[in-house]
């Protein structure tokens, strides 16, 4: 076996021990804290496709994210102010169930990256990065001015959102649930970093005048990861609006595309498990130093700088040491 796939299975197996460890021993908050690093890493997962596969360092992801907060918002308040969704041309409820809302995120999600990259993917490197950040500012400032899902102060949602089998409120069935959906779109990516479409895709990033010479077009294949990144990104939102039970315009401000990217690069950009690491990582920065400083973002720009300069890897490509990403 090799190192990094061993290092995998033991940072997954880890995220799975905390919270059955933290339900024995009565630390529910604990549970919570390892929900919200499967959450922001599958984020990191849906970015790591556009950036670690494609190349794309994407400044907006955080539009995508709030895209499935947002989404999560429109379809549940309806059913806590015991009002249709809409009652023209036809009357459509609401709803509480997650896998609806799961879908409708990833759909606004898709579509959202589909008409954001199908214009920031017609220019490239400085000026992608910009403005990719600009369309989320555009985003942000909307749901500023967004009235009916409270503006600036966000929206509460009052119901917890429900799964078929499972209780929800229960910490450790919503962690479940998190951890489920993150291993899935962990094997998607590794089935997808391994697929032809992954692989002309990692020849578009490195030499897109040969991959165009063979008659493929890499702005097709470009389009279409930024497209599935902004699906799983979208779906990360979704969950982690159902976590907080609130949605506010701060899912959609540059500081959370940042973090996202922040732990990405932490973890080790193209690595697999590199979202996870960096998750875990940044959330225990945030947990433990925080409550030692308000100034706790210093430590951790020390640690990305450290890792910029001396360990490009990040955490998994240090400890695995120099493989290629993704086998």
Do not use: C
């Not at 009357?91 to 169930?97: I, P, Q």
């Not at 945030?286 to 308000?294: A, D, M, Q, T, V």
């Amino acid at each position: 076996m090799r190192r990094e796939t061993l290092l995998n299975l033991v940072i997954a197996l880890a995220l799975l021990a905390v919270p059955l460890a933290a339900q024995a021993l009565d630390e529910p908050f604990a549970i919570t804290l390892a929900t919200k690093v499967a959450i922001l890493a599958l984020a990191g997962v849906g970015l790591n496709i556009a950036l670690g596969l494609g190349g794309m360092v994407s400044l907006g992801h955080a539009a995508f994210f709030g895209i499935g907060g947002y989404m999560m918002a429109v379809l549940a308040t309806p059913v806590q102010a015991y009002e249709p969704l809409m009652t023209w041309p036809i009357e459509l409820a609401g709803t509480k169930s997650m896998p609806l809302i799961w879908l409708g995120a990833v759909v606004a999600g898709a579509v959202g990256a589909l008409a954001i990259g199908a214009l920031s993917l017609r220019t490239s490197g400085v000026y992608f990065i910009m403005i990719t950040l600009a369309f989320g500012q555009m985003l942000y400032y909307f749901a500023i001015s967004w009235p009916a899902y409270g503006g600036e102060d966000g929206i509460a949602i009052y119901v917890r959102n429900g799964f078929p089998g499972l209780n929800t409120l229960d910490p450790l069935h919503f962690f479940a649930l998190a951890y489920a959906v993150l291993l899935a779109a962990l094997w998607l990516a590794h089935r997808l970093g391994g697929s032809p479409f992954g692989l002309a895709l990692a020849g578009a990033r490195q030499a897109p005048a040969r991959v165009a010479a063979l008659g493929i077009r890499p702005y097709r294949l470009k389009l279409a990861a930024f497209v599935l990144s902004g699906a799983v990104t979208a779906l990360a939102g979704a969950l982690y609006a159902d976590l907080n039970r609130f949605v506010s315009p701060s899912m959609l401000s540059w500081h959370t595309s940042g973090e996202i990217m922040v732990l990405v690069i932490l973890g080790g950009v193209g690595r697999l498990f590199g979202p996870v690491a960096g998750a875990a990582l940044f959330i225990l920065l945030e947990h433990f130093l925080g409550g030692i400083s308000e100034y706790w973002q210093l430590f951790l720009g020390l640690i990305l700088l450290g890792i910029v300069l001396f360990a490009r890897g990040g955490l998994i490509g240090t400890l695995a040491g120099r493989e290629v990403p993704h086998d």
